[in-house]
């Protein structure tokens, strides 16, 4: 709708995200939050319509989840053929997105953005979107720890699981159905492996087609915020968004840094330049999968890195290795839980940053591709899933900058694996950046 104007997705949304503020800022300045015609505005046409996308998102979420993650171990499996490539591979996405989602926690946790609010509003915003998730809100746990927690991760029947939305269970079985995968090598099994890579084309497809409703969506849910909660919602997305932030920083600055310098050879000012187009791009699009043929062209021609590997790496990490989404989702969640005065256990953090690592495995690799994962986790923990629709305003900027870390994560593995491989010392300072874009 919007780009056949010449107007980006992401305008539009910025429009709508301005519209449903300052009407919602208007009303409940003029009129107040109180009034009837007011509640029922909120409740008959802005609520219902915003929940709609909500709907939308949560149907396609167990599909897409299922297929993405074992296409993404499957495709990580063609171990036989690169070697020490593979579990190099899997090992660094394994730690990089385990250090980012417990840097995520940590700041969330010492800042505590989403705390404070009072509770009587909160359960106002939860009353007006509560029917857009109640398939999640009923079947979900409500709670995750105890001692059974590890044996709880294996579904005694995979398919109640799926309809209770057991969301961890189901990514459990993914993995492992993935690695069946890649130990049948059959023509039999690479059939079902294409028909699980169709069905998440269309999956991805249809996410597509739901996220261009987002304009109108953001412009109902904002106006239902603000014109409910007035100033104090935004000085809590505000809050919330400076925590993802500079969260995703630390780990591109400092992390990143730190494992270039070891375990690549890499200079990292000189290794950020180099990664440059890359990074702008993933920036511009918010799409892991949209920026894979310049950050391909990237590791050619100004990383230096061997093809073989950084075709493997890169196409790989467009799907199975997403840093910020897992740092984004884990943040997310504990906010949300916040917001809702909702005390989280260390059990449940825990599991939080288990499920977070495999979602960033299991996420499309495309713009808001992470929001279906993060309602699934919600309702996993006990976190009404509908409390997703307070960040849908902020989402668009924190999603280029989650796929900006993304991309640049996937160039810090596949240099840390070339290093390793038998002539990856390419990688190191012999081969100097080249000044040429790569675009």
Same mark, same amino acid.
């Given at each position: 709708?919007?780009?056949?104007r010449?107007?980006? *997705?992401?305008?539009w949304?910025?429009i709508?995200?301005?519209?449903?503020?300052?009407?919602g800022?208007?009303?409940?300045?003029?009129?107040?939050?109180? !009034?009837?015609?007011? #509640?029922?505005?909120t409740?008959?046409v802005?609520g219902?319509?915003?929940?709609?996308?909500?709907?939308?998102?949560?149907?396609?979420?167990?599909?897409?989840?299922?297929?993405? *993650?074992?296409?993404?171990?499957?495709?990580?499996?063609?171990?036989g053929?690169?070697?020490?490539?593979?579990?190099?591979?899997?090992?660094?996405?394994?730690?990089?997105?385990?250090i980012?989602?417990?840097i995520?926690?940590?700041l969330?946790?010492?800042?505590?953005?989403? $705390?404070?609010? /009072?509770?009587?509003?909160?359960g106002?915003l939860?009353?007006? &979107?509560?029917?857009?998730?109640?398939?999640i809100?009923?079947?979900?746990?409500?709670?995750?720890?105890?001692?059974?927690? %590890?044996? /709880?991760?294996?579904?005694?029947?995979?398919?109640?699981?799926?309809?209770?939305?057991?969301?961890?269970?189901?990514?459990?079985f993914?993995v %492992?159905?993935?690695?069946? *995968?890649?130990?049948?090598?059959? $023509?039999?099994?690479?059939?079902?492996?294409?028909?699980?890579?169709?069905?998440? /084309?269309?999956?991805m497809?249809?996410?597509?087609?739901?996220?261009?409703?987002?304009?109108?969506?953001?412009?109902c849910l904002?106006?239902?915020?603000?014109?409910? %909660?007035?100033? /104090?919602i935004?000085?809590?997305?505000?809050?919330? $968004?400076?925590?993802? #932030?500079?969260?995703?920083? @630390?780990h =591109?600055?400092?992390?990143?840094?730190?494992?270039?310098?070891?375990?690549?050879g890499?200079?990292?000012?000189? =290794?950020?330049?180099?990664?440059?187009p890359?990074?702008? #791009?993933? =920036?511009s699009?918010?799409?892991?999968?949209?920026?894979l043929?310049t950050?391909?062209?990237?590791?050619?021609?100004?990383?230096?890195l061997?093809r073989k590997?950084?075709?493997?790496?890169?196409? @790989?990490?467009a799907?199975?290795?997403q840093?910020?989404?897992?740092?984004?989702e884990?943040?997310?969640?504990?906010?949300l839980?916040?917001f809702?005065? @909702? !005390?989280?256990?260390?059990?449940?953090?825990?599991?939080?940053?288990?499920?977070?690592?495999?979602?960033?495995i299991g996420?499309?690799?495309?713009?808001?591709?992470? +929001?279906?994962?993060?309602?699934?986790?919600? &309702?996993?923990?006990? #976190?009404?899933?509908?409390?997703?629709? +307070?960040i849908?305003?902020? !989402?668009?900027?924190?999603?280029m900058?989650?796929?900006? *870390?993304?991309v640049?994560?996937d160039?810090v593995?596949?240099?840390i694996?070339?290093?390793?491989?038998?002539?990856?010392?390419?990688?190191?300072?012999?081969?100097?950046?080249?000044?040429?874009?790569?675009?």
């Amino acid at each position: 709708m919007a780009e056949s104007r010449g107007i980006g *997705l992401h305008l539009w949304m910025l429009i709508g995200f301005a519209v449903g503020i300052a009407a919602g800022f208007a009303v409940n300045l003029s009129v107040g939050a109180d !009034d009837p015609s007011v #509640v029922w505005l909120t409740a008959n046409v802005t609520g219902p319509i915003g929940q709609l996308f909500l709907r939308l998102l949560f149907m396609l979420v167990l599909p897409l989840l299922f297929a993405a *993650l074992a296409t993404g171990v499957a495709e990580m499996g063609d171990l036989g053929a690169l070697g020490r490539a593979g579990w190099r591979t899997l090992a660094a996405v394994v730690i990089l997105s385990a250090i980012a989602v417990g840097i995520g926690l940590a700041l969330v946790n010492l800042f505590r953005p989403g $705390a404070g609010v /009072d509770p009587e509003l909160a359960g106002r915003l939860l009353e007006q &979107g509560r029917a857009g998730a109640a398939g999640i809100v009923e079947g979900a746990p409500k709670s995750v720890g105890g001692a059974n927690f %590890f044996l /709880d991760l294996i579904p005694q029947n995979v398919v109640k699981a799926a309809a209770e939305n057991q969301i961890l269970p189901v990514m459990v079985f993914a993995v %492992f159905f993935g690695v069946g *995968l890649v130990m049948a090598k059959s $023509a039999a099994s690479d059939r079902l492996q294409e028909m699980l890579e169709g069905v998440l /084309d269309v999956m991805m497809k249809l996410i597509g087609l739901v996220i261009k409703i987002a304009p109108i969506a953001v412009a109902c849910l904002m106006f239902n915020l603000t014109a409910l %909660f007035g100033w /104090d919602i935004l000085l809590r997305l505000g809050a919330y $968004a400076g925590v993802v #932030v500079l969260a995703l920083a @630390i780990h =591109f600055f400092i992390v990143y840094s730190l494992a270039v310098a070891t375990f690549g050879g890499w200079s990292p000012p000189k =290794f950020f330049a180099a990664a440059g187009p890359a990074l702008l #791009v993933a =920036f511009s699009t918010a799409s892991s999968n949209a920026t894979l043929p310049t950050t391909l062209e990237v590791a050619h021609t100004r990383l230096k890195l061997p093809r073989k590997i950084s075709r493997f790496v890169l196409t @790989i990490g467009a799907t199975a290795n997403q840093n910020g989404t897992a740092l984004f989702e884990g943040v997310t969640v504990l906010f949300l839980a916040q917001f809702f005065n @909702i !005390d989280l256990t260390l059990t449940q953090q825990a599991s939080v940053m288990l499920v977070c690592i495999l979602g960033g495995i299991g996420t499309a690799g495309v713009p808001a591709g992470s +929001l279906p994962v993060i309602a699934m986790i919600l &309702g996993m923990v006990g #976190v009404p899933p509908e409390g997703i629709g +307070l960040i849908l305003g902020v !989402d668009r900027f924190l999603d280029m900058c989650r796929t900006t *870390l993304n991309v640049g994560g996937d160039l810090v593995v596949a240099t840390i694996v070339a290093r390793g491989e038998k002539g990856g010392e390419l990688a190191r300072g012999a081969a100097r950046p080249e000044t040429r874009s790569a675009v």
